[in-house]
């Protein structure tokens, strides 16, 4: 069993438009997600999906490793999916789909969401999730997900869940975009109709939840900064000066 890290990206964000390709430290990016991803011990290589000629570039132009995919595709699991379809991948390979949004991805993070698709086989597919603060909670740009006692997902929505309507306040988790999938069933998986919930949250693992398969999670402590704004990218700029992750690939 190897291990995979695909990261999706496209110039065409409806928040941020050309984002992959924006500069923190002087540094693209997709430079950025893809030289923290290359540092998780966990996996064995690293790959970008895009569909853009420009990202490609960039990404040749660090000594990446890119797959062209359709400009058509939108949901990054189906970017990720369709350039598995290009590579010689075995049916139980994970493939992790790593947001190119994320420039501040700690390497254990995706470690910790790779461990369990190691020690069970018969999980297909996981998400990272962490710690929701109230401003989370509430933003609904960060999707929050709601579990069982098993650590399987319940619900995932952009709405504040559980609620605190009897001033009860449950635990309250959000998605991180790290998301291992075994390489046969992200080929499938794709291939299934979406669903109304998933449709409606615009939440693509609503998808597995709405079928019945049973998506896992696994907690992490990891503090990150999404980039869906020139406010996020700012701020991502700001924690990365002081950034020990950062440290261990800027020169290189």
């Not at 992959?20 to 290359?38: A, C, F, T």
């Not at 569909?51 to 970017?79: H, Q, W």
């Not at 399987?152 to 975009?177: D, F, H, T």
């Not at 019945?212 to 696994?218: C, H």
Request: aromatic content about 6%.
């Amino acid at each position: 069993m190897k291990r995979y890290i695909g990261i999706p990206a496209r110039m065409g964000s409806s928040r941020f438009p050309g984002k992959p390709l924006k500069k923190i430290l002087g540094m693209s990016m997709i430079e950025h997600v893809y030289k923290r991803s290359l540092l998780a011990k966990s996996v064995d290589d690293v790959f970008v999906a895009t569909c853009d000629d420009e990202i490609k570039a960039e990404v040749e132009s660090f000594g990446g490793k890119v797959y062209m995919t359709d400009k058509n595709i939108l949901r990054p699991g189906l970017r990720v999916a369709s350039a598995c379809e290009q590579m010689n991948l075995h049916d139980d390979d994970v493939v992790v789909v790593v947001q190119g949004d994320e420039p501040l991805v700690h390497p254990e993070m995706i470690d910790i969401a790779v461990k369990p698709l190691i020690e069970d086989i018969n999980i297909q597919l996981l998400t990272l999730i962490a710690h929701a603060n109230e401003v989370e909670w509430n933003d609904p740009n960060e999707v929050k997900v709601t579990i069982d006692l098993n650590e399987n997902i319940l619900m995932m929505s952009r709405a504040p869940i559980p609620s605190n309507y009897w001033e009860i306040v449950g635990p309250r988790y959000k998605q991180v975009a790290i998301m291992p999938f075994r390489k046969k069933f992200l080929i499938d998986f794709q291939k299934i109709q979406p669903t109304s919930l998933e449709l409606a949250e615009q939440i693509e693992l609503m998808r597995a939840v709405e079928y019945g398969v049973k998506t896992r999670t696994a907690l992490s402590n990891f503090s990150s900064v999404s980039v869906d704004t020139a406010d996020d990218l700012k701020e991502a700029e700001k924690v990365m000066v002081s950034d020990p992750i950062y440290r261990l690939y800027k020169n290189k």
